[in-house]
């Protein structure tokens, strides 16, 4: 049966609808590969340098993918000339290296003769930290022929569409609209707790807490509460259920004092498939959270109170810190002043506790006024 012809026009069309979550990626994967007259294609995802996998498959055998992604990927022959394709560029297979001169090799054999690949068309959609590597690639089998020069214009056409489609999912997805903080970082992460960022720093949102690790790869929650939580979580949103938790940061290295870290796990949106081959990686969303403090409060309070100023200041350093030896750092003063401000402090309100005093400044308690 003879294919009906696609347009440019209409590809664009359905990029947007993709980006918009309004079409499966899956589906534009393979009317891009009928619009140019290919047999099978398949996105592939990579990061850190690694070696690519397959992500969305269109018309391929399965099996065959997973060999690809469980090893093959890696004795690519082709894969080294790949990865130097900037973003934005097409080339076939056969610029990279030609089927005379691997036809000996186990790949050849295993993954393109056994998948019936004869040729394939491969274009780099984009390469950013955050993302990683993003790509397409259209192969033709056997009983066809050769990619030309005129398909690699014609991807060439498409690309920036397509580039603009992903780009945009992974805006919505990772959460980068102007409400959301500098400090906010967004990851795929696996059972295995194994995690691909998407957004963000993971680095500067997760750094100086003594509960939640990153290597760069997984993370390594350090309470088996968090582990229990991580563990729970992720299933949940398997099945669409997102759930959420705060951990305190607690570092003299943070910039910041006493900031949470909310930890959202969400089910992956389907804007994303294309970043992960697992089905069951779900979304991991960390935010630092500003532990909110009014020191209009303090200064209310240390007035009714007849406080002098560097009482004031201990009270507001005991807030934010609630560690006397923080509060002496940040007042820039010793630990015992600071005790001794706390000790004149209590005589002055009729506190005789610091959890009763910050509770009473925090809810302007003034129980104690005379």
């Not at 097409?90 to 036809?103: A, M, P, S």
Request: glycine share 6%; proline share 4%; aromatic share 8%.
């Amino acid at each position: 049966m003879k294919r009906k012809r696609l347009t440019l026009q209409y590809l664009k069309s359905q990029c947007r609808d993709a980006a918009m979550g309004e079409l499966p990626w899956d589906i534009l994967l393979g009317n891009i590969c009928d619009w140019l007259e290919g047999d099978r294609a398949m996105m592939l995802s990579a990061h850190h340098g690694k070696p690519y996998s397959s992500t969305v498959s269109y018309n391929h055998d399965l099996s065959k993918v997973m060999k690809y992604n469980k090893g093959f990927n890696g004795s690519d022959p082709r894969m080294p000339f790949s990865k130097l394709t900037l973003p934005g560029q097409t080339r076939t297979g056969q610029q990279y290296v030609r089927n005379e001169d691997i036809k000996h090799t186990e790949y050849f054999n295993v993954i393109s003769r056994a998948g019936d690949q004869l040729d394939s068309l491969h274009s780099v959609i984009m390469d950013t930290p955050g993302s990683g590597r993003q790509a397409i690639s259209i192969h033709r089998s056997f009983k066809n022929q050769l990619f030309e020069t005129s398909d690699i214009e014609n991807m060439g056409a498409l690309l920036p569409h397509l580039t603009e489609a992903y780009q945009y999912a992974v805006k919505v997805s990772g959460k980068l609209s102007a409400d959301i903080g500098r400090r906010d970082c967004a990851l795929l992460i696996k059972p295995d707790l194994k995690t691909k960022p998407l957004s963000g720093d993971p680095l500067d949102v997760l750094l100086g807490n003594d509960f939640l690790g990153w290597n760069g790869e997984y993370l390594r929650p350090r309470s088996e509460a968090l582990v229990k939580f991580l563990d729970l979580t992720i299933k949940r949103a398997r099945n669409g259920i997102s759930s959420q938790c705060r951990i305190r940061v607690d570092s003299p290295s943070d910039i910041e004092r006493n900031p949470f870290i909310q930890i959202t796990i969400s089910p992956r949106p389907k804007l994303i498939d294309w970043l992960s081959d697992a089905q069951d990686t779900v979304m991991l969303y960390a935010s630092r959270l500003e532990e909110n403090i009014d020191t209009s409060n303090c200064e209310i309070f240390s007035a009714i109170y007849q406080l002098t100023k560097s009482e004031c200041r201990t009270l507001i350093a005991l807030l934010e810190t609630s560690d006397l030896k923080k509060a002496a750092l940040q007042s820039q003063v010793t630990y015992e002043t600071v005790r001794w401000h706390l000790k004149n402090i209590f005589q002055k309100t009729g506190y005789n506790t610091q959890e009763t005093l910050l509770k009473a400044v925090k809810e302007m308690d003034l129980s104690n006024s005379n």
